[in-house]
Structure formats: structure tokens, C-alpha cells
């Protein structure tokens, strides 16, 4: 059974500019959830994708988008990057109506 | 609004003691909790978890206690082995979408 999977590991941008970030999903799990996790802190909900549908969002300005492919894998975009944004992006997926999320490796942003 | 708080930001503890940490939450539509684990350049791992209709869970050297009333749960683990150095997050929801999660516990257990 193949775990979450992340790419990049480490990305590194400038202010104003735009990124993509990429998520597979674990075997079997339909349902894709996106975490920002600041150095010190938790890891905060963005928003999660079940059946390639956005299912809830957290309180992220609408530059940060998503989406989720027919075979549930998914893609973070953040547009107008701030310094603020610099942070791990953890990608977790989880099966339908499961609350147990299983993360990935995490993607790491720097933005300068 | 960080509605599950950690208030100790690290724990050192002997090998083979009990280590115990703590979470508090505030909101009290929570009815599931979480603890993960996370190493250095890892993403979290699932640990434990709890439903709001139980008040223990059980799985190997962890124990996950949840008091309702006190909206306040505990994870211990005993014994405490090298390998569980680490950061420990509580986590809680009230839905199957989002975590709330608190700022984490950085574990160090001694030799």
C-alpha cells in the first residue's frame, strides 16, 4: 500500500510569484486535505477535496486554490505569493467519511 | 481563535517513565481526538485517537484519556522509549473535514 505522497520536498520563490504543489492521495482514499503549518505552530486547515469537489475551506484569502483530480490526487496553488507563506505544506488524505487523516512528507516553502 | 491548546511546549522524560501530555480544547462541538506524532523533515503520524463516547483508548504502550467536562485530554505513554522523541500534536474535529490542531509538545526522552 503506497503512502501519501508529496512534490516538491523544497521549493523556494520569490514574493509576487506563483506556485503549485502536488499530492497523492494513499490507495483507496478519495478525500485530500491541505495543512500550512508555520514554524512554532500546528498545522492549519486550507481546505480539503472529496470526489474532486472543494468540501470545506479554512480561513485562507482566496489566492490560495485547489483542485482534485479523477484519480484523487491533488494540487495546491497559492497566486501573489506573500513572505508570510513561507511554511510546510502537509498534504493528508483520508477515506470517505473517515476523520482519520494520513499525511504526507509535506512540501517546504520559502519565499524571500 | 485556537480553539485545542497544548500549554507545554516540550516534556523531558527518563526511559522506561511515563511520559504524559496534555491538551485542552474549547470548543465543545469536538466529538473526535487525534494524537500524531512528527519527527524532523516528516510529516505527521497517526498515533491514537478517541471518540467523544469513550473516556479511554488503548493501542500498545499509548493510552489516550478524554474528560468531557473538563474538555481536557491526555496521552501517556508508558513505557517511554529513545524513539519516541519527538513532536506530539492533539488534534479534534467535529466533522470529517477539517483538524484543529494545537501547537505541539516536543518530547525528549533520556537514556
Known amino acids: 500500500e503506497t503512502g501519501v505522497t508529496q512534490s516538491p520536498t523544497h521549493l523556494i520563490k520569490t514574493r509576487g510569484q506563483q506556485v503549485t504543489l502536488r499530492c497523492s492521495s494513499q490507495?483507496?482514499?478519495?478525500?485530500v486535505s491541505w495543512y500550512q503549518q508555520a514554524l512554532g505552530q500546528g498545522p492549519q486547515f486550507i481546505f480539503q477535496y472529496y470526489r474532486e469537489e472543494e468540501n470545506g475551506r479554512g480561513n485562507f484569502p482566496p489566492r490560495f486554490s485547489g483542485l482534485q483530480f479523477p484519480n484523487y490526487s491533488s494540487e495546491l496553488n497559492v497566486n501573489a505569493l506573500e513572505l508570510d507563506d513561507s511554511a510546510l505544506y502537509l498534504c493528508?488524505?483520508?477515506?470517505?467519511?473517515?476523520?482519520?487523516?494520513?499525511f504526507g512528507p509535506g512540501t517546504r516553502l520559502l519565499v524571500l | 481563535d485556537q480553539q485545542v491548546k497544548q500549554n507545554s511546549p516540550s516534556l523531558s522524560v527518563q526511559e522506561g517513565r511515563i511520559s504524559i501530555l496534555n491538551c485542552d480544547y474549547t470548543n465543545s462541538m469536538f466529538d473526535y481526538f487525534l494524537w500524531y506524532k512528527k519527527y524532523p523533515a516528516e510529516g505527521p503520524t497517526f498515533l491514537i485517537s478517541?471518540?467523544?463516547?469513550?473516556d479511554k483508548n488503548e493501542d500498545g504502550r499509548f493510552t489516550v484519556f478524554l474528560n468531557k467536562s473538563a474538555k481536557h485530554l491526555s496521552l501517556h505513554i508508558v513505557p517511554s522509549q529513545p524513539g519516541d522523541s519527538a513532536v506530539y500534536f492533539c488534534a479534534a474535529t467535529h466533522n470529517d473535514y477539517k483538524l484543529s490542531f494545537g501547537a505541539g509538545t516536543t518530547v525528549t526522552v533520556r537514556a
Open positions: 490507495s483507496g482514499h478519495n478525500t
Open positions: 478517541i471518540s467523544s463516547i469513550k
Open positions: 493528508a488524505s483520508s477515506l470517505e467519511a473517515q476523520e482519520t487523516q494520513y
